[in-house]
């Protein structure tokens, strides 16, 4: 095996978040599926945003929060996502790189604009994003560098990444990359409609181990076994996957493989402000320990500390430094 250059390298889709609070009566009114990931047109992106009350933007991208939170937790990291050379473009760019994270994917110079997630944030704490992709369409094969991809331990991909034209062509390579070098592939399942649309091709990438570790929410899992049955689809997962890790909100996280499965609790938070960027930030800091070779048990605690942080405040990254909050509790 080669020299390794960085932790994780992460490949997602670049995206701006642009956030705001809203009522229930708004989601209803704009036929938004609460809690889920809708692909939304250029014209639509304008009318929900001309509709939206006050906005901040903050960088997003769901496989680009983790990789900014494995940085930020003191981990080597890389990212490969499309952005455009406009005014957002440069914005997910300058912040990605202030995380300390490698980004050089070079941005489009023509096409549309740097991808936008209209994210409304309800009382409750619960997100609901309208994601307009733009310039993350067209991220393709040529944007892999074979040495950046073999001179990282983990390869983590988005499963968002299968909704762009050619970017699974990009994924599948990428993942050849990694194995080739003995590395580990790592993909998120990413949302519940998401595995919805692309089941079959998931289960064949989990099942012909292109795939070796896998992270999921309970939905998300739930809808790749098509069943209402938490603990049948955990047992089913044991069989398809070395190592799955599986978010349930409040009630915490477990880690499953073959023939054991951990469990911990959900961080104590006072109030979920903004849920957006909890799984990332859970697998931030699972993937983080996973690099550095902890017990899972540990991966996982110090995932549901990420997460934590992460919904104390608006946006997916997070704003305490993660790597005092770890010490302070003890985790490194
Ligand atoms: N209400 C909550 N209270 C405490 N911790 C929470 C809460 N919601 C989420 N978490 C933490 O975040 C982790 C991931 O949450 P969840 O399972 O909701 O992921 P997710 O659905 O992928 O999140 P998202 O897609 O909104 O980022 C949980 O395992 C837990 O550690
Ligand atoms: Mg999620």
């Known amino acids: 095996m080669s020299a390794t250059r960085y932790d994780v390298i992460g490949i997602g889709n670049a995206i701006v978040d642009v956030l705001s609070h809203s009522d229930e009566e708004f989601l209803q009114r704009q036929k938004m599926p609460k809690?889920?990931?809708?692909?939304?047109?250029?014209?639509?992106?304008?009318?929900?945003?001309n509709a939206m009350g006050p906005v901040v933007e903050v960088s997003g991208g769901s496989a680009a929060n983790t990789i900014a939170g494995v940085a930020m937790l003191g981990g080597t990291a890389a990212f490969v996502g499309k952005v455009k050379n406009d005014e957002l473009g440069h914005t997910f760019a300058r912040d990605i790189r202030a995380s300390s994270v490698a980004y050089s994917t070079p941005m489009a110079e023509?096409?549309?604009s740097t991808a936008r997630c209209y994210i409304l944030v309800t009382p409750d704490g619960q997100r609901?994003?309208?994601?307009?992709?733009?310039?993350?369409?067209?991220l393709t094969v040529d944007d892999i560098s074979v040495d950046e991809i073999r001179s990282a331990k983990v390869l983590y991909l988005e499963g968002y990444?299968?909704?762009?034209?050619?970017?699974?062509?990009a994924f599948v390579k990428a993942a050849g990359v990694a194995h080739d070098n003995g590395r580990t592939v790592a993909l998120t399942l990413s949302d519940a409609f998401c595995v919805d649309r692309y089941r079959k091709e998931f289960l064949g990438l989990i099942r012909n181990k292109t795939v070796d570790l896998l992270f999921a929410n309970e939905t998300e899992l739930k809808s790749l076994y098509e069943t209402g049955d938490f603990d049948a689809a955990v047992e089913a997962l044991r069989q398809?996957?070395?190592?799955?890790?599986v978010t349930r909100s409040e009630d915490g996280a477990m880690v499953v493989t073959r023939d054991m499965t951990e469990t911990?609790?959900?961080?104590?938070v006072e109030r979920v402000v903004d849920s957006t960027g909890a799984g990332d930030l859970f697998a931030a800091g699972f993937l983080y320990g996973f690099a550095k070779g902890l017990p899972h048990v540990d991966s996982l605690r110090l995932g549901a500390l990420c997460a934590a942080e992460v919904i104390s405040h608006m946006g997916a990254r997070p704003e305490r430094n993660l790597r005092d909050l770890a010490n302070e509790n003890g985790l490194l």
Request: aromatic share 8%; hydrophobic share 40%.
């Open 128 to 138: 609901t994003m309208n994601t307009y992709l733009g310039a993350a369409q067209d």
């Open 161 to 169: 990444l299968w909704d762009p034209k050619r970017a699974k062509e």
């Open 35 to 49: 809690g889920s990931m809708s692909l939304i047109d250029e014209k639509r992106a304008e009318a929900i945003y």
């Open 110 to 112: 023509s096409g549309p």
């Open 240 to 245: 398809d996957v070395s190592i799955a890790v």
């Open 264 to 268: 911990v609790p959900a961080f104590p």
